[in-house]
């Protein structure tokens, strides 16, 4: 008795037996959707970096400093802020080494618009900061808005 050999299956008929069959591509509607949220995602984005930088922002400009005598420095700068705005400015006094021996924290309060230069936006400050030991520079840290306190 001879038995007639089967016939062999295709390929991929086997290849999809074994490693599942072919995976179908995604739809036009659903490229579109995908697209469309996309692009709200990155304006949405884009729109809070926009707001969030407008909304919020102090800058300084370090003018000049001088030291008078080994317990004390005084440091001139210029704030840029919306006027209507309270700010706080931390400014530090350094020694030969780089090393804090002074630090003080300036509130900066609301000011009119003919205070200062560009409506009232930027205005000149000079504070003293008492030292442990003598400075020979003296700088602004850091500007920021405080937190409103309710």
Not at 69 to 75: H, N, R, S
Not at 105 to 128: A, F, Y
């Amino acid at each position: 008795m001879t038995s007639r050999d089967q016939p062999a299956s295709p390929a991929t008929t086997s290849l999809a037996n074994r490693y599942g069959g072919q995976k179908r591509s995604l739809s036009g509607r659903t490229k579109r959707i995908i697209l469309i949220a996309a692009l709200a995602a990155g304006i949405a984005f884009m729109a809070w970096v926009s707001t969030s930088n407008a909304t919020s922002s102090v800058t300084f400009k370090d003018i000049g400093y001088s030291t008078p005598d080994g317990t004390l420095a005084e440091v001139d700068f210029e704030v840029t802020k919306d006027p209507a705005v309270a700010a706080k400015c931390a400014v530090k006094a350094l020694d030969s080494k780089f090393a804090v021996v002074g630090w003080k924290v300036l509130d900066i309060g609301p000011n009119s618009v003919d205070t200062g230069k560009d409506g009232g936006r930027t205005t000149v400050h000079r504070v003293q900061v008492r030292t442990e030991s003598p400075a020979v520079s003296a700088v602004v840290d850091n500007c920021w808005l405080p937190d409103k306190q309710q």
